[in-house]
């Protein structure tokens, strides 16, 4: 097994990053993620990475540079928060269209106005529909092994579609959590070697990316790519048993603590789950059946499992890390009965 | 045609131009060039912006309809010879 460190959630995506060691980075800086490729460069500079770190002068650059090295043929990551999310909207599609399997981390902060640097998940709500996977994470050891989880599942044949692992800003990100990283050798092994697909440097080979496609073919690649989508929750669960192996931790499409026969059911994302997790065991003390579901797997959205999980409740409520306006009506409020 | 499952993904295709595709065919305004007219200035090869005009051993021949779009602007730049157009802009259709 690997080390033991307290390091804070960005220092172990930096890190997780270092030893994917991939062929290109292309960031700009955003709080709460920059030390993410604050701590990345470094790595850089100090030649312990081989990585081409492109500093571009917006996040929409930065999409647009991965998009090109991913083309080109190399292993391609990023990281981002909030504005610099939605910044790069528009290059989010382009990614997944051409089915370029970049990996970012996703360090969650609320979307402005007002202005807020601290972490609701309106940002990576707002990428859902984007065609890339998402992976949640609850603390900096998920985060950790979702980013290495995720370079697989994305280049994975069956996929080849971009993904992203979030994980919120500052209760994460900035706090210091004792976590066991595997060691260089391990995740080296684990990811494997990054098998580029019609990739722009192989001169002998050209090929086009990006080429206008009319009504005749467009819906033919928008299944292809919600066939990938649909593929990409099998190879979730693969991926997640053979990490399973070399780590010990276990992951499914979703978390689910004192579940089985509660007749209560809350849904949370990311780090609020490890609070509700404490909640739950409260009222479990006082004889009330409270569970929970921690969604991991967020896109593709596991519909089956996910009601199958909660079947057995009677109240089910989901908790929004941020308010969405007037996508949730007061009459979906509920209260938990007071013992 | 080709369905999803024989597509490759993500609309990755063979390397190539506009040159195999007819991209002149929405034309409204068509070109002509009067040869008596022209001086061999390739003022039209050096602005047309769809590499329409066709030049063989340094001399312009006729235009490449599949890809002139008719924009106008060799005919604008046209010097000519004595105050006479070598390209004149016709309506498509007449």
């Given at each position: 097994?690997?080390?033991?460190?307290?390091?804070?959630?960005?220092?172990?995506?930096?890190?997780?990053?270092?030893?994917?060691?991939?062929?290109?980075?292309?960031?700009?800086?955003?709080?709460?993620?920059?030390?993410?490729?604050?701590?990345?460069?470094?790595?850089?500079?100090?030649?312990?990475?081989?990585?081409?770190?492109?500093?571009?002068?917006?996040?929409?650059?930065?999409?647009?540079?991965?998009?090109?090295?991913?083309?080109?043929?190399?292993?391609?990551?990023?990281?981002?928060?909030?504005?610099?999310?939605?910044?790069?909207?528009?290059?989010?599609?382009?990614?997944?269209?051409?089915?370029?399997?970049?990996?970012?981390?996703?360090?969650?902060?609320?979307?402005?106005?007002?202005?807020?640097?601290?972490?609701?998940?309106?940002?990576?709500?707002?990428?859902?529909?984007?065609?890339?996977?998402?992976?949640?994470?609850?603390?900096?050891?998920?985060?950790?092994?979702?980013?290495?989880?995720?370079?697989?599942?994305?280049?994975?044949?069956?996929?080849?579609?971009?993904?992203?692992?979030?994980?919120?800003?500052?209760?994460?990100?900035?706090?210091?959590?004792?976590?066991?990283?595997?060691?260089?050798?391990?995740?080296?092994?684990?990811?494997?070697?990054?098998?580029?697909?019609?990739?722009?440097?192989?001169?002998?080979?050209?090929?086009?990316?990006?080429?206008?496609?009319?009504?005749?073919?467009?819906?033919?690649?928008?299944?292809?790519?919600?066939?990938?989508?649909?593929?990409?929750?099998?190879?979730?669960?693969?991926?997640?048993?053979?990490?399973?192996?070399?780590?010990?931790?276990?992951?499914?499409?979703?978390?689910?603590?004192?579940?089985?026969?509660?007749?209560?059911?809350?849904?949370?994302?990311?780090?609020?789950?490890?609070?509700?997790?404490?909640?739950?065991?409260?009222?479990r003390d006082r004889g009330i059946k409270v569970g929970l579901l921690k969604p991991r797997l967020f896109r593709p959205f596991p519909y089956k499992e996910v009601a199958d999980a909660l079947s057995g409740a009677k109240v089910i409520g989901a908790y929004l890390t941020g308010l969405t306006p007037?996508?949730?009506?007061?009459?979906?409020?509920?209260?938990?009965?007071?013992? | 045609?080709?369905?999803?499952?024989?597509?490759?993904?993500?609309?990755?295709?063979?390397?190539?131009?506009?040159?195999?595709?007819?991209?002149?065919?929405?034309?409204?305004?068509?070109?002509?060039?009067?040869?008596?007219?022209?001086?061999?200035?390739?003022?039209?090869?050096?602005?047309?912006?769809?590499?329409?005009?066709?030049?063989?051993?340094?001399?312009?021949?006729?235009?490449?309809?599949?890809?002139?779009?008719?924009?106008?602007?060799?005919?604008?730049?046209?010097?000519?010879?004595?105050?006479?157009?070598?390209?004149?802009?016709?309506?498509?259709?007449?």
């Open positions: 097994m690997g080390k033991k460190l307290a390091v804070t959630g960005n220092q172990a995506i930096a890190e997780a990053m270092r030893q994917i060691n991939p062929d290109v980075c292309a960031a700009y800086p955003i709080t709460p993620s920059t030390e993410v490729m604050q701590r990345f460069a470094s790595f850089v500079a100090n030649g312990k990475v081989d990585t081409e770190l492109v500093t571009v002068e917006s996040e929409h650059s930065a999409m647009s540079a991965c998009i090109g090295a991913s083309a080109a043929g190399g292993r391609v990551m990023t990281a981002t928060s909030s504005q610099g999310l939605a910044l790069m909207w528009e290059m989010l599609h382009i990614a997944s269209g051409m089915r370029l399997p970049v990996v970012m981390t996703l360090v969650n902060r609320a979307l402005s106005a007002p202005i807020n640097i601290h972490g609701d998940h309106s940002d990576g709500m707002g990428a859902r529909d984007c065609g890339w996977i998402q992976l949640w994470s609850e603390n900096a050891q998920e985060a950790y092994d979702n980013l290495i989880q995720a370079i697989r599942i994305a280049e994975h044949d069956d996929v080849r579609l971009p993904a992203m692992v979030c994980m919120d800003g500052f209760i994460i990100s900035h706090s210091i959590e004792s976590m066991e990283f595997l060691s260089d050798d391990v995740v080296k092994e684990f990811i494997g070697e990054f098998k580029p697909k019609n990739p722009l440097l192989d001169v002998n080979n050209p090929v086009t990316y990006g080429p206008l496609v009319l009504p005749d073919f467009f819906m033919e690649f928008k299944r292809q790519q919600h066939e990938a989508m649909l593929n990409a929750k099998d190879v979730v669960l693969q991926v997640a048993k053979e990490f399973e192996k070399v780590s010990g931790r276990s992951y499914g499409l979703f978390e689910e603590y004192r579940l089985d026969d509660a007749e209560i059911a809350i849904v949370v994302l990311n780090s609020a789950a490890g609070t509700c997790k404490d909640v739950v065991d409260e009222y007037l996508v949730v009506s007061d009459q979906c409020t509920w209260r938990l009965p007071q013992p | 045609m080709k369905g999803w499952r024989e597509l490759e993904i993500g609309a990755i295709t063979e390397a190539g131009s506009a040159d195999s595709y007819n991209t002149g065919s929405w034309r409204a305004f068509r070109p002509r060039w009067i040869e008596e007219n022209c001086i061999q200035c390739l003022f039209c090869w050096i602005y047309c912006p769809d590499s329409a005009i066709t030049v063989k051993d340094g001399k312009r021949g006729e235009f490449d309809y599949n890809h002139c779009k008719g924009c106008g602007i060799c005919a604008m730049e046209c010097p000519g010879k004595k105050g006479k157009k070598a390209i004149v802009m016709e309506e498509e259709g007449k």
